[in-house]
């Protein structure tokens, strides 16, 4: 394999394996089924696919360090496997790629947020925050007034 396309199968399985832990991750996914659906009629590879993700996302919330990195070397094996197997064309992986990187942008974008606060008047400032731990609040009590 030449070197432009062993780049892209590394690339593309970095790319992929990002993808995993993202909101993008159910778009991806379609997009993989999409690719793969003509070498694998019977959609074991997603479902070895979901499996890896499963496995990482674990991973993650146990700490080890080396999940991503497995999860990408099973990956970009397979990819590699696709390409000498000539089950997909190296401009096909170039185009999965890129639509794969699109949606990593698109993930990695801040999105616009919009908030509404009902039920009651509000006479200070209102956070909203996922989780907030060890926090105190001090109430300012002003002087009163001396006549």
């Known amino acids: ?3 432009e396309l062993a780049a892209l199968t590394a690339s593309g399985a970095t790319t992929l394996v990002s993808l995993m832990v993202t909101d993008s991750w159910t778009h991806a996914r379609e997009l993989l089924q999409r690719f793969l659906s003509r070498s694998d009629p019977g959609n074991s590879t997603i479902t070895d696919l979901d499996a890896a993700r499963a496995r990482l996302l ?3 919330s146990t700490g080890h360090p080396h999940g991503a990195r497995d999860t990408v070397e099973q990956w970009e094996a ?9 089950a997909v064309s190296g401009a096909e992986l170039r185009e999965l790629l890129t639509s794969l990187q699109r949606l990593q942008s698109e993930a990695a974008r801040p ?3 919009h908030n509404n606060i009902n039920g009651g008047v509000q006479h200070g400032p ?4 996922g989780r907030i731990t060890r926090l105190t609040i ?3 009590h002003p002087n009163p007034s001396q006549d």
């Open 1 to 3: 394999m030449d070197s």
């Open 58 to 60: 674990a991973s993650q």
């Open 78 to 86: 397979y990819l590699r496997h696709l390409l000498e197997a000539r």
């Open 111 to 113: 999105g616009t947020v």
């Open 126 to 129: 209102v956070i909203q925050s």
């Open 138 to 140: 001090h109430a300012h």
